[in-house]
């Protein structure tokens, strides 16, 4: 597995490795946004990653759908962010900031004034959130206006401009997993027969004015975005990923972005072939940097950089329970188990707790 552990560029940024931890929500932040001071200890113990990708960020308080999930739109969020990208180039880490709006995976009693979670389309989410009094259904959504989805787009800027002076290294737009982005991409969402939706090419306009945002404050090559095409997940669907997503990658490479991160629908050993297969074709329509995601041993994620089908790979729970993953693989040492108990909200317990290498052997 020694090909995870070659440096590589990735845009402006060299990666000392290619064992990357994977944007992960803990539910940890104060109830404003701002991170908690444990979080600087969280993420400085993960700085051995190639990159360190943040848990999703809410670019707004209408881009929030969970209970103590952080924030990139006030100064105390960028306080508070500062600290914790200090911690982690003190460290000599690099860390990325990802960039969230949920939609309609929200629920009013979470959002400003008790307003509806804005949607590109009248279609609710079957999917429960979590709030102050434990999982509640997803509130009914408010189709968004034009002029909601502009400004939507500045939140995204804004959002950027506040990573950049919190000291994050590059940003990702978060296109992914059944949120809003995700939703406007797919046609099991967005009913729309505007500008922003009818067509693939019309479905991914705002992402495309998002990124052309962002990119008005970071240059282009500390710039990613993540999508999952044949995700399911926030009740996702679909008629056709394969050919709606290809203009998708298309644009995306004209972008020349520092890199595109996917999700794959195929984790767990009994579909490796079909993962591969699905990175190929990727590759083949995607002219870039390319990070999946997807459930990956250490084995499988060496494999597919060797096969050429992706140049890193993101890594989650093994990130979540083993600090120093990087040196674990190298080394061939066991993992810690993670417990997913405490993924979710809590203290300290279950996240700054785990221990690293040296410490199981001292004791």
């Known amino acids: 597995m020694s090909n995870l552990f070659s440096p590589i560029m990735m845009g402006g940024v060299e990666l000392p490795n290619r064992v990357l931890m994977a944007p992960l929500t803990r539910n940890r932040a104060q109830s404003d946004g701002t991170p908690k001071d444990m979080a600087q200890i969280y993420y400085a113990q993960r700085a051995s990653a190639g990159m360190i990708l943040t848990e999703a960020t ?8 969970y209970l103590d999930t952080p ?3 006030t100064d105390d969020h960028v306080t508070g962010w500062k600290k914790i990208t200090d911690a982690v180039h003190a460290q000599g880490g690099r860390i990325y900031m990802q960039l969230w709006h949920v939609g309609r995976i929200s629920h009013v009693s979470l959002l400003p004034e008790g307003r509806k979670p804005l949607a590109p ?4 989410a079957d ?6 009094n434990g999982f509640e259904d997803c509130s009914e959504p408010e189709v968004m206006s034009v002029e ?14 506040m990573a950049k002076k919190a000291g994050f290294d590059g940003v990702e737009v978060h296109a992914a997993n059944g949120y809003l982005l995700d939703q406007f991409l797919k046609d099991g969402v967005n009913k729309r027969d505007d500008d922003y939706g009818g067509t693939p090419e019309k479905r991914m306009r705002i992402v495309s004015e998002i990124i052309d945002a962002v990119a008005t ?27 709606h997503f290809t203009p998708v990658y298309k644009m995306l490479s004209d972008k020349k972005l520092a890199y595109l991160h996917v999700v794959e629908q195929f984790p767990g050993s009994e ?5 591969m297969q699905s990175l190929k074709r990727l590759g083949d329509l995607y002219d870039g940097f390319i990070i999946s995601n997807g459930g990956y041993t250490p084995e499988k994620a060496s494999q597919a950089v060797a096969l050429g089908h992706c140049h890193a790979v993101t890594f989650g729970r093994d990130f979540i329970a083993t600090p120093d993953l ?11 188990e993670p417990d997913p108990d405490t993924f979710y909200g809590g203290g300290e317990e279950g996240y700054i707790d785990y221990p690293f290498m040296d410490e199981i052997k001292a004791a």
């Open 148 to 161: 909601q989805i502009r400004e939507t787009i500045e939140h995204f800027r804004h959002g950027a401009e």
């Open 121 to 124: 389309s009248a279609v609710r």
């Open 127 to 132: 999917q429960q959130t979590f709030t102050a």
């Open 71 to 73: 924030g990139i739109y």
């Open 326 to 336: 990087p040196e674990r693989i190298r080394t061939g040492v066991a993992l810690n």
């Open 271 to 275: 579909t490796d072939d079909a993962t």
């Open 58 to 65: 809410q670019v707004c308080a209408m881009g929030k759908g």
């Open 217 to 243: 404050v970071w240059p282009r090559d500390r710039i990613g975005v993540r999508v999952s095409p044949y995700g399911n997940f926030n009740d996702m669907s679909d008629s056709d990923p394969e050919a």
